[in-house]
């Protein structure tokens, strides 16, 4: 799969090395609801240094399908698959993104405040397009949404994953429909970062990143990365001999 807009950068050193990758999710991917897209759109940042992944993620829609209500605008979850294998070993935090704040319940907060109690990872697939078989299988997926799966789902920072529906999810900014003010959610993006079985290379980052899914609403929509432009990997090994002839 191919991505519209990738950005890449690659930092080497002898001791370590750190790639990170910017994904955007444009193309319709199924779900409950098939009206046209009208803007929906949303954004991941995957950077990675030895077991360390973080994953910023981003509602970047301009619009939002006519039928969708103020919880289906809502950016719930990102599947991906990480090469056999590795696993999430531990979701250790999940806090908003910069430049981002809390709305509806949440409003008065801001950057870096945490979110971890209503945000979940898992190793077992999500729910229903991304479960085990369906077409968008996903091993693991970061959501705030439960019932992804029928295996161990885990709270960010610890404890068990027992969050409830799209709420707590990501609206884009300003947000394109009315989040009530009983209901959590966070104005555009929030940042997760995991500890994973072993590290990725720069290829595997790129297979993950632009193989990944991202879901509104409680199965409402799925996105992924359109089929465009030169391959990840392809970027990333042409990046590779300026890396070191700039260091």
């Known amino acids: 799969m191919r991505v519209p807009f990738l950005v890449c950068l690659l930092l080497t050193s002898a001791a370590a090395a750190h ?14 609801d098939t009206a046209p897209l009208n803007g929906l759109a949303a954004r991941a940042t995957f950077d990675v240094s030895g077991n360390t992944l973080s994953v910023l993620l981003q509602n970047t829609s301009t619009g939002v399908p006519t039928s969708f209500a103020a919880a289906d605008s809502l950016l719930v979850s990102i599947g991906f698959n990480l090469p056999s294998p590795l696993s999430i070993l531990s979701g250790d935090t999940a806090k908003i993104g910069p430049g981002s704040s809390g709305i509806g319940s949440w409003s008065g907060w801001t950057a870096g405040h945490t979110v971890a109690q209503e945000w979940l990872w898992t190793n077992d697939y999500g729910g229903d397009l991304m479960d085990s078989g369906q077409p968008l299988a996903s091993r693991q997926v970061i959501s705030t949404s439960n019932g992804q799966g029928a295996g161990t789902e885990t709270l960010f920072g610890g404890g068990s994953g027992n969050v409830s529906g799209p709420y707590g999810g990501i609206a884009a900014n300003p947000p394109l ?7 959590p959610a966070v104005s555009n993006s929030i940042l997760f970062t995991l500890t994973l079985s072993g590290s990725l290379s720069s290829a595997d980052l790129a297979q993950v990143a632009d193989s990944a899914i991202v879901e509104y609403g409680s199965d409402v929509r799925y996105l992924r990365a359109a089929q465009s432009g030169p391959e990840p990997a392809t970027l990333l090994l042409m990046l590779l001999p300026l890396a070191f002839r700039r260091r």
């Open 19 to 32: 790639a990170a990758l910017i994904v955007d999710y444009t193309h319709d991917a199924g779900g409950s």
């Open 177 to 183: 429909l009315s989040i009530p003010g009983s209901k």
